[in-house]
């Protein structure tokens, strides 16, 4: 098969070696390429020192002195750029220097390289493991290559996540063997590891991976008291994990709704209670989860945007409208607001969805339906859509203090169950009513 590579990524391999140095593609673009995928990134490795690099290209950014790499930029492309890892000692032998390179690479699907005539170097078995759907180290030397970087071990869960594949039988000893060096790793990168395991198209097998490996327990500990954790409830089929894992691959892969689904029901162990029937319950286990939920992300560090969200979500999982009607519904657009609604009715479904199959969610969809009513319409639902406020209050002598806002969270309530209440006049006449119990 002919492989054909970018534009901008040709010139930098032309540039390269119309210096003398050799130069190929390696990494995840050339397994993208072998597996018909379409690259995002593209990694060069060459015979040039850092140096030698800057000096070929108008415009480079240095990445780190210590694996050698500049990143180029050609146009609007970058393109990392990286002297050759191939022994010292093997002298002028390019396919022995690239052969060494590659054997240093993570898994062998990524330890492929291409030169610019589209020929494929695959000394380590990386195209027989995509037909075999495997995540493998070169010469099984998964140890010494989680040793160099222990986020790899998340990265092949991650790979075997995204792309479907299993974990060679030496990967899993190599993996709990090296987890405490996971420590030496930075929050940061742990979390980006998790993040793109929770918006793959099939998460939970990677969130099931992370627990037989040992993972989960190492970077994820307040996850696992789920792990197992039985309901002993009719109304799910399964323990606290199981279900969690089956909401989240009821929702959308978008970052923040996923991880409300992995998180909703993280307090339900330390909420539990049995009653007198052998039936466990959760009483503001919502409550438990929103906290634990927001303690858990601040730890990895989440922006503060992602924690308000995900938090909230958590915490209204249990506020079902089993009889909504506009006054609910608006009720709960103003408690949790428009940017998060939606994703909490989807949340919510997903829920039902993943506990017993008896469960009736079209409650549900009538509250949507409500929602999309009072959106289009621009119906009132909050203070600010009121027609008086604060100054007109005031104006009529109100003090200005809390009774204030009190007043006018009456007149909202009024509103909230009959619209044709929101007329200046019939509010005012409400607002003088009120001034005596104020």
């Known amino acids: 098969m002919q492989y054909i590579l970018p534009q901008h990524v040709e010139y930098v391999l032309d540039r390269l070696r119309s210096q003398g140095f050799k130069a190929v593609v390696v990494g995840g673009a050339v397994r993208d390429l072998v597996m018909q995928l379409k690259p995002r990134d593209f990694d060069v490795v060459c015979t040039a020192q850092p140096s030698q690099i800057k000096a070929l290209f108008e415009r480079s950014i240095p990445l780190g002195e210590k694996y050698g790499t500049v990143r180029v930029m050609v146009q609007e492309h970058g393109v990392e750029v990286s002297s050759c890892r191939g022994c010292p000692g093997l002298g002028l ?37 995509i037909v075999r759907r495997l995540i493998r180290a070169p010469e099984n030397q998964a140890e010494e290559r989680f040793s160099e970087d222990p986020l790899r071990i998340l990265r092949a869960i991650r790979l075997a996540t995204v792309l479907g594949y299993d974990l060679d039988r030496s990967l899993i000893p190599a993996i709990r063997k090296c987890l405490p060096l996971l420590e030496q790793v930075a929050v940061e990168r742990i979390r980006g590891e998790l993040e793109a395991i929770l918006v793959s198209e099939h998460p939970a097998r990677g969130l099931r991976l992370m627990v037989a490996s040992g993972v989960m327990q190492e970077c994820f500990p307040e996850l696992m008291v789920m792990v197992g954790f039985e309901q002993h409830n009719p109304a799910h089929i399964n323990d606290v994990f199981n279900h969690s894992l089956a909401v989240v691959e009821g929702v959308p892969p978008q970052l923040e709704i996923r991880l409300a689904a992995l998180l909703h029901d993280i307090g339900k162990p330390a909420t539990f209670t049995m009653d007198s029937n052998g039936v466990g319950h959760f009483y503001h286990h919502q409550e438990e989860s929103q ?114 806002g009190q007043a006018l969270q009456h007149l909202l309530d009024m509103v909230l169950k009959d619209l044709d209440e929101n007329k200046r006049e019939r509010l005012l006449e409400a607002a003088r009513r009120l001034m005596p119990d104020l």
């Open 93 to 129: 032998d390019w396919e022995a220097i690239l052969k060494a390179d590659l054997l240093c690479r993570d898994f062998t699907i990524n330890a492929m390289a291409l030169d610019g005539s589209g020929r494929l170097y695959d000394p380590w078995g990386g195209q027989e493991d």
């Open 291 to 404: 906290r634990q939920t927001i303690q858990l992300l601040n730890r990895l560090k989440f922006s503060r945007v992602v924690i308000d969200k995900v938090s909230t979500l958590v915490g209204n999982h249990m506020y079902w409208l089993k009889r909504p009607d506009r006054e609910t519904v608006s009720r709960l657009l103003l408690q949790v607001g428009e940017e998060n609604l939606p994703d909490l009715f989807t949340l919510q479904k997903a829920d039902i969805q993943g506990s017993a199959s008896f469960h009736d969610s079209s409650f549900i969809d009538q509250a949507k339906a409500i929602y999309q009513h009072i959106k289009e319409n621009n119906i009132p639902i909050s203070i600010k859509d009121l027609q008086v406020d604060g100054n007109d209050l005031l104006a009529m002598g109100y003090p200005p203090d809390a009774r204030l």
